[in-house]
């Protein structure tokens, strides 16, 4: 995962969003954006463009998330929710910044061997990863990136979500600061993350050019010496 924006000052330099009582479902206006999902009628090239500058962790991620938008296709239920925030220029602007998030299915599909289906399928709808994070030049050092994190945090944790992951590669050390102020914990290069759940522990792998994210979004979910635990406790 990474993103185009280096700015470590942005959180406290966003302003707060004003009061808009007519704005529509899942749309957060700022006083100079707006930041909403992702929706057919957008440009596709748009979002193609602040992707192009994001280390993925998988390849071919970029054009999934686009595919997704332009199609409309959904993942099917079983499996989560995937997510793509846009911000725009308010009121009717350019889109300037996205944010990305989906359950880790692909990880999760591959150890379904060993950890049966009906788990996979529960894990997948309590952790989601944040993919992407990109903003423009001309929209950064305001906290844009940091304030689309926040409301893919909002909606996760609204639907259940107990955790977020995510990775940065070793060759961004600017981002581990960057992350942390989202609240992220920040794993050493290569670390695996282990995932406390009542039946046991998981071990979720890392490159060694890779470094694990983790944020509870729960209560009753901790963190602790590269171990989430608590997880699944509640259902």
Partial sequence: MGRASRRRTERRNMPQPAPQPDAAPG??????????PATQDDNPEAVRALLEPV?????????????????????????????LLLAQ????????????????????????????????LELSRSLVELEAVSVAGSARGQGLGHRLVDELIRSYSG??????????????????AYYKTDGFHVLSPGAPLDLQIPAGRI??????????????LVPQVSYRAGVLQGLLTGR
Avoid at 61 to 66: A, D, K, L, T
Avoid at 89 to 117: F, S, Y
């Fill in 55 to 83: 280390d993925f962790m998988n390849a071919a991620m970029s054009g999934e998330i686009v595919d997704r938008m332009r199609t409309g296709l959904r993942m099917p239920a079983q499996f989560g929710t995937a997510t």
């Fill in 27 to 36: 749309v957060v206006v700022l006083e100079r954006y707006l930041i909403r």
């Fill in 89 to 120: 220029e308010h009121p009717a602007g350019e889109v300037v910044g996205l944010a990305h998030a989906i359950p880790p299915v692909q990880w999760l599909m591959a150890t379904e061997a060993v950890l049966g289906r009906q788990l996979c």
């Fill in 159 to 176: 639907q259940g979500y107990e955790a977020m992951l995510g990775g940065i590669h070793t060759h961004k050390p600017h981002l581990a």
């Fill in 203 to 216: 071990r979720y792998p890392a490159e060694p050019s890779m470094r694990h994210l983790a944020r509870p």
